[in-house]
């Protein structure tokens, strides 16, 4: 059981490069979400979703893109990565509905915009 | 709004000494509370929730309603111990599936 798996691990990108963070779960949650963390700062959160189709924002969403076309996948995009932007990314999953369900985490992108 | 409160950003330790992570927070129903911790440049892992009750690594943490606190407590501080520390509360957003984080505490243990 790969629980959710984030790829890729590290990245280097140049400022106004685009890219796709990928986060897949084979534990068919319905809830997603996508984490930055950066030092000092804790976790915010940047998108999520509640299910295939239905995303929405989080505390921190420009400069990013998200959709869920199905249940196991829920990519971030970045369409013009600024230096700002260098900091590592979690994706999370859960079956949400209730208090009390485990939140699972993946192990991180680490992402460097220069 | 929720809000989680680690007031200390850093917490440095001698091995063998009592350790507390201070974690405060604003909630305005029953909160849910858990502690993460993340070894350098490693997955963050749940180290406790407080629905739980659990003893994991020596830490425990008591969620007082009271004065709004889920202090992380080990008794005897480890070298393993070095890490950061997250306290986090459940929600706000839809189903219970999402997070606040608090801003962290890096504990530093020395030999």
């Known amino acids: 059981n790969a629980g959710v798996t984030q790829t890729p691990k590290f990245q280097v990108l140049k400022t106004g490069q685009s890219m796709t963070l990928q986060c897949a779960q084979d534990m068919n949650h319905e809830y997603m979400s996508w984490y930055r963390q950066d030092p000092g700062m804790g976790l915010r959160l940047i998108h999520y979703s509640v299910g295939a189709g239905i995303t929405d924002q989080g505390e921190v969403p420009n400069g990013y893109n998200v959709s869920r076309s199905t249940t196991e996948d829920f990519p971030l995009r970045l369409l013009s990565a600024a230096p700002s932007q260098t900091s590592v990314y979690f994706c999370?999953?859960?079956?949400?509905?209730?208090?009390?369900?485990?939140?699972?985490f993946g192990e991180g992108s680490w992402l460097t915009v220069v | 709004a929720q809000r989680v409160t680690q007031p200390e950003k850093l917490l440095s330790v001698f091995k063998g000494a009592p350790v507390e992570l201070k974690c405060n927070y604003s909630?305005?129903?029953?909160?849910?509370l858990f502690w993460y911790v993340q070894y350098s440049r490693q997955r963050l892992q749940l180290l406790l929730r407080h629905i739980s009750r659990e003893s994991i690594k020596g830490f425990t943490a008591d969620l007082n309603k009271g004065e709004t606190s889920f202090h992380l407590k080990k008794p005897f501080a480890q070298e393993e111990d070095s890490a950061m520390y997250y306290c986090a509360l459940r929600g706000p957003h839809p189903g219970y599936s999402t997070l606040t984080f608090g801003k962290g505490t890096m504990l530093l243990v020395s030999p």
């Open positions: 909630y305005s129903g029953s909160p849910e």
């Open positions: 999370a999953s859960s079956y949400g509905g209730s208090s009390g369900n485990t939140i699972y």
